[in-house]
């Protein structure tokens, strides 16, 4: 690693005028951060460590019946805070492994935005709000492609509200190494539609499928989604899998999605 | 370099530590406790698992500065005040849940982890916990094994099921 | 009763309290005062032309004391590789020197091109970043049949092109394989790929050089499985340093699978620097690193005929395999494919016609060498393989097909050289159908179906060869070493022993079952013997632990020493007695006159050794310490046979092992326990590497299995319970213990176990396909249903 100062402010303030340090960074769970600093592919000048700010941790419910979790708040306690949206639970409770997931944070993951990182998927397919110190961004506006967010320099994601679906199921193929989603895809149906959010396939980073979701709007069954797929063309191909693997994925996970959504 | 304290295995430890010092570094470096080993730079062998404040995590993968004032437990701090094996580590022993024993101090707290949270976990429950603590040795058959066993289950039954 | 103590006893193991308890030593435990660190400069293109490497700037940097590159090793010697192939025309092969640094050119991503040496770590990385260099990339040589076109790029340009080897075994064979395959009423043809492994021992590479000014000695702390082979490698080829100037200490070591029986580059660099500089020199291998330096396993492109008459007995078998050595030969790369794979290409079976080629080839790659099993994995696979497509062409059941070309009578001469002396391995076939439960398999298969999900079965037979001997025979093979084993059994004065062995365990737990043996020969407790390993200045001399040899081998020459000791012991103990020696026997630690009931307890007669006050010195010295050096007569065989169901997701091709079972004849048994976890974690390595495993090069030489994040390491949930059994037992007929070795026949018996469950599952939904390359990923399994 390059030497970098650390700094651990108590407070979101504090945490922002830290982060106004040419090539400051924010530190989450660092669950991905530290891995990458140690080979080299950063060179902060100073860390903001996050963990002290205490306002930005925890779970709690607004006036819209939204979930709203702290930026800060550990993957652990996503698992075990929000038992009434149990596809987003599950979901929480299979990134990396019990190590990983007292460390690291929602907003480290979706600040980060791996293509194959497991919440971008929740928070798009839920239609969420990732609320920030200075601004509310809506999923769909937020991400902007692999490892690319709306977010400013500087900016800390200090919520993320979800609305919850009447039914959801997040259906993860992980890739065999790294564990993290070779496809996963997450469905969630709500009153007015159904979205439908894919990780882990594409070179653009998670997307919405519509088509499924028309599909599925009508009818809210696998065999809505029987027929269709995914063009091959733009998605990922690697070690672990061709593009054409990864769209023939996207279509399996989304109808094991709907055949577990509850 | 700056000051850094915390309670290591029940004892108040202090060192010096840079920004990019991790509490891995600092526990074997700096406090000279070598039973915490570093098997990859990827967190994910798990062969630093710690407890940090009562939860497992990768010592590597979390800065010593981080760990200010939390209470941390390494393997050196896992047997009985007498210096007897508690029941996790002796179960280990008894079902030859070890060959180099490398990975082993990080697939004791990681067990003991599990079993703090859930006190009779099934096989299946017990492959998925450890999922971040790869063996090379054992093939995971006398690791699985211990760990039923230090639950008080039938580990010999289970596994011939 | 299963017994409490000595040979056969499941005795815990010792060695785990200071595992469990996080006071092992490894050798990234030890820290000297005034170490320094070393941060090596490792290239990031896979061929270059070295134009110029300027170090000055990082000279300057903080922390730094002197920056190493290949000029400063311009008169020190290469690494040695410890085996000379000859090919098929009766020449040598084609050995490159093989630099500590690189000179002139790189040849592979990972190798050094430059170390930097500061008082920190980290200080010296950042004085790293500040080399400045100028490569000239060159094409780079990947594939190992493009690398032998005749227009490919030369890995290295003062050899004749890039094939080490050309191997024909036996030679003498050729026309009858040829002419039997010609006459065969069935030809079974497979071509596939070994894929290349990392072995991945838990604990990455280290080493501390060390020097004493005021007595010229050096000593390398190291991660190696035999601190012998080092000393001799190292201080004899490289470095110039004479035995007694060179102590080589290998502590707690973390796993190893081969990788670290091979002399390394950093070795020698840490001792070299330590001299140069006057202080300790310290370099740990980070995972990434590990990826890029530490030897590679297997990688082998074969194809295998087999050839049955009508009655579907065997007649020939003709494998043509290339071999790839990687950029530059490793310690005992060119043993690996040959005499460690083409002598067990007969396998369990009766074949009287076999031609083995090997085609060893230089790439722009790690160097490749033995990873558990080494070669055997590799003649097993094709043979497994091939046997059960000729059984599904045939239409024959495959284990039937099996048991009609078994070897029934001992000893059996092999086609390939070889002589197996004992084993049954229809015993081994019987008692594998018992424990995998063979006959349910239908009604599971039922079962898989009503969810979905295909399940196939595959079973094998193999057999090992381990402990490799005798010195005579493989130093005629081209070994550069012998392979014999050393120990030496100090009884001190009290009665409790010390025994100094040559083996060096790194899992195995020797501290545990070697002195069950002394227990089991002298009666006393297994709490009165300990184990000294590890450290050359402590031991007489040893080749280590690998092949599966450390009991068979090293275990032998310790039986011989304690037979010394216990003749010396009787003499003492007849005189003490007043009878004659003849008449003397011990029984459970003591030593009676036959007939009477006169004795003496063995603490007596030891005490006798070390206060000689009455005690025969006109006959015999005082002391009582023996050593013995063991080269075997042959190697030993273990065998056996192992079966998998798999179930496969007909969507996701996703593969799933449902159940394993193995049953093994090791000859006689130590340790049960030991056994069994053995057997263990050769069967997960399998697993490994049939459907996980795959060390991957894109085709400018970039590794792009360079991690944990792509290369996928077996863990908990990849992985059942599995069965094991090892209660057929046909005793080594040539080593005193009857033992055969244990460590490597699960990696050698499963990958073509679970490949051939794989194949049937896809048969049993349709899918006819042939063969699919390891590993079997999900991705692969799917577009093997898709054709």
Not at chain 3, 757 to 785: C, E, F, Q, Y
Request: overall charge negative; aromatic content about 6%; some cysteine.
């Amino acid at each position: 690693m390059y030497a970098f100062e650390f700094e651990k402010p108590t407070s979101l303030s504090e945490a922002v005028t830290a982060l106004q340090t040419e090539e400051a960074l924010p530190l989450g769970g660092g669950q991905t951060l530290i891995p990458s600093l140690k080979q080299r592919l950063a060179a902060p000048s100073k860390l903001v460590s996050l963990r002290g700010v205490d306002e930005i941790r925890g779970i709690c419910r607004d006036d819209a019946g939204r979930i709203c979790i702290g930026g800060g708040t550990t993957h652990a306690e996503v698992a075990a805070g929000v038992p009434e949206y149990p596809a987003l639970a599950a979901l929480a409770a299979n990134i990396g492994d019990p190590a990983v997931r007292n460390r690291g944070t929602i907003g480290g993951s979706l600040a980060n935005n791996d293509p194959s990182a497991c919440y971008p998927a929740a928070a798009l397919a839920s239609g969420a709000t990732i609320v920030t110190n200075t601004r509310e961004i809506a999923a769909d506006d937020y991400f902007e492609g692999m490892f690319m967010t709306a977010l400013e320099e500087g900016e800390i994601i200090t919520e993320v509200r979800f609305p919850v679906p009447e039914v959801a199921h997040y259906e993860k193929f992980e890739q065999p190494a790294s564990r993290f989603a070779l496809v996963g895809v997450f469905v969630a149906k709500f009153a007015d539609g159904v979205r439908v959010a894919v990780t882990g396939a594409s070179e653009e980073g998670v997307f919405r499928w519509s088509e499924a979701e028309a599909a599925l709007a009508s009818n809210f069954s696998p065999d809505a989604v029987q027929g269709l797929s995914v063009p091959a063309e733009g998605m990922i191909g690697d070690l672990h899998g061709s593009p054409e693997y990864r769209a023939h994925l996207v279509g399996v996970m989304t109808r094991r999605a709907v055949a577990a959504a509850r | 370099m700056t000051k850094v304290s915390m309670t290591v295995n029940g004892e108040a430890a202090e060192g010096e530590a840079e920004g990019r010092t991790l509490l891995v570094e600092f526990l074997r470096e700096e406090l000279g406790l070598t039973g915490t080993h570093v098997g990859c730079d990827t967190s994910q062998c798990g062969a630093c698992v710690v407890h940090v404040d009562g939860k497992a995590v990768k010592a590597c993968t979390i800065f010593a500065l981080e760990a200010e004032g939390a209470e941390v437990r390494t393997i050196e701090g896992m047997a009985n005040p007498d210096g007897s094996l508690t029941v996790v580590q002796q179960a280990f022993q008894d079902h030859h849940g070890l060959q180099c024993g490398f990975c082993t101090p990080g697939m004791v707290m990681s067990a003991a982890a599990l079993l703090e949270e859930n006190p009779r976990p099934s096989e299946a429950e017990i492959r998925d916990y450890l999922e971040g603590n790869i063996c090379r040795c054992t093939g995971y058959h006398n690791i699985v094994k211990a760990v039923l066993a230090a639950s008080g289950q039938d580990a010999d039954r289970i596994a011939a099921e | 009763m299963p017994k409490d103590h000595g040979i056969g006893a499941a005795s815990k193991r010792r060695e785990d309290v200071r595992f469990l308890t996080g006071t092992g030593n490894y050798t990234d435990d030890i820290n000297l005062p005034r170490q320094l660190y070393v941060h090596f400069l490792r290239s990031d293109i896979a061929h270059g032309e070295i134009r110029h490497i300027d170090t000055s700037d990082a000279e300057g940097m903080p922390g730094v004391k002197r920056v190493f590159t290949g000029k400063d090793f311009e008169g020190v010697g290469g690494l040695p590789c410890g085996w000379q192939v000859t090919d098929k025309h009766g020449q040598p092969m084609q050995e490159p020197a093989h630099p500590v640094i690189a000179q002139g050119k790189v040849r592979h991503v990972g190798e050094i091109l430059a170390a930097v040496v500061a008082d920190s770590r980290e200080r010296a990385r950042d004085a790293a970043e500040a080399i400045e260099f100028d490569i000239a990339e060159l094409p780079a040589v990947v594939d190992m049949k493009a690398a032998l076109a005749d227009d490919a790029p030369k890995v290295h340009d003062d050899l004749d092109g890039n094939l080490c080897y050309d191997w024909g075994f036996v030679e003498e064979n050729r026309a009858k394989v040829d002419a039997a395959i010609r006459e065969a009423a069935h030809v079974t043809t497979l071509e596939l790929v070994n894929n290349r492994l990392v072995a991945n021992p838990m604990e990455p590479r280290v080493a501390v050089g060390d020097y004493s000014r005021a007595d010229d000695q050096s000593t390398l702390y190291t991660t190696s499985q035999n601190p012998h082979v080092i000393r001799l490698l190292m201080g004899a080829f490289v470095l110039g340093i004479p035995e007694h100037k060179l102590r080589v200490v290998a502590p707690d070591v973390g796993g190893g699978f081969g990788s670290k029986i091979f002399h390394y580059a950093e070795e020698a660099f840490c001792t070299f620097a330590a001299r140069q500089l006057g202080r300790p020199v310290k370099w740990t291998s980070t995972r990434s690193e590990a990826f890029m330096s530490d030897a590679h396993g297997r990688d082998h492109v074969t194809k295998i005929e087999l050839a049955l008459d009508a009655e579907n007995n065997f007649t020939a078998i003709r494998t043509e395999t290339h071999a790839n050595m990687g950029a530059y030969l490793s310690t005992f790369a060119p043993s690996v494919p040959t005499w460690l794979h083409g002598t067990l290409m007969a396998g369990n079976y009766r074949t009287p016609n076999i031609y083995v080629n090997v085609k060893a080839v230089f790439t722009n790659t790690v160097p490749v060498d033995a990873y558990r099993g080494a070669g055997r994995p590799e003649a097993t696979f094709q043979l497994e393989r091939v046997i059960d497509k000729a059984a599904r062409e045939l239409g024959v059941d495959p284990i039937a097909l099996r048991r009609q070309n078994f070897v029934t009578e001992f000893p059996y001469a092999t086609p390939v050289a070889v002589e197996y002396d004992t084993g049954d391995y229809n015993a081994t076939m019987d008692k594998l159908e018992e424990i995998a439960d063979i006959e349910g398999f239908e009604a599971r298969r039922r079962e898989s179906e009503a969810k979905g999900k295909l399940r196939g079965l595959g079973v094998n037979a193999y057999i090992e060869a381990c402990g490799i001997a005798p010195s005579n025979l493989v130093g005629q093979l081209g070994a550069r070493a012998g392979l014999y084993d050393a120990a030496t059994v100090r009884v001190n004065a009290t009665g409790s022993i010390s025994v100094m062995v040559g083996a060096h365990s790194h899992g195995q737990g020797h501290e545990t079952s070697f002195p069950q043996v002394i227990s089991e020969m002298l009666g006393i407790g297994e709490d009165q013997v300990e184990i000294v390993h590890g450290d050359t200045s402590k031991i007489p001399f040893g080749m280590g632990t690998y092949g599966s040899r450390s009991l068979a081998v090293c275990g032998s020459a310790m039986v011989r020493a304690t037979e010394k000791v216990v003749a010396k012991a009787k003499k003492i103990a007849a005189h003490l007695l007043e009878a004659a020696e003849a008449d003397i026997e011990l029984r459970d630690g003591k030593f009676t006159v036959a007939g009477t009931d006169k004795e003496v307890a063995w603490g007596d007669v030891t005490l006798a050794a070390y206060v000689p006050h009455n005690y025969p010195l006109e006959d015999i010295e005082p002391g009582l310490e023996e050593t013995a050096f063991y080269d075997p007569a042959n190697f030993t065989y273990p065998a056996g046979a192992y079966a998998c169901e798999v179930e496969v997701d007909p969507e996701t091709g996703k593969v799933t092992i449902e159940r394993f079972a193995a049953a093994d004849d090791f000859g006689n048994v130590i340790n049960p326990m030991i056994v069994d976890g053995q057997v263990h974690g050769g069967i997960a390595q399998g697993i490994g590497q049939a459907l996980l495993e795959n060390c991957a090069y894109d085709e400018t030489g970039q590794l792009v299995s360079a991690s944990y994040m792509d290369y996928a390491m077996p863990r908990a949930d990849d992985v059942p319970f599995y069965a094991v059994d090892h209660s057929c037992q046909t005793p080594c007929t040539h080593n005193p213990l009857g033992v055969k070795g244990c460590g490597e026949a699960g990696a050698i018996g499963s990958p073509p176990t679970i490949v051939n469950a794989v194949i049937d599952a896809l048969h049993s939904g349709g899918h006819k396909v042939g063969h699919i390359d390891m590993p079997l990923t999900p991705a692969r399994v799917w577009a093997a249903m898709q054709d």
